[in-house]
């Protein structure tokens, strides 16, 4: 049994609403830029597929590798870091009589 699907990929005929507002080759237009999302949407299914098998790939190189690692242990080489300090400056007029940053303690 066959049934009638409708095929997203493949545009037939695009009506417009307000026909007298369009252009001559709007049609054309909004076909290619259909035609351009669907060509991302694959692209971008396909970088995920590659995501999910690097991701599988490498859990099961750290499996592999956790059961190596009770048998050594590794020294790592040391690096030099420069800290940097990072110093504020407020700009702000500080005005004494500002009830907003005043605590006032009720006893």
Known sequence: MKV?????????????????????????SIKEEYYHILKLEEELDEARESVRNLEKTISELKQKFKVKQT?????F??????QVDIEEVNLSVINSTDARKKTYNKN
Do not use: G, H, Q
């Open 4 to 28: 009638l699907a409708e095929n997203k990929n493949l545009i037939k005929d695009i009506r417009f609403e307000y026909p007298e507002l369009m252009n001559d080759d709007a049609k054309e």
């Open 71 to 75: 048998l050594f242990t590794i020294e």
């Open 77 to 82: 080489e040391d690096m030099k870091v420069e």
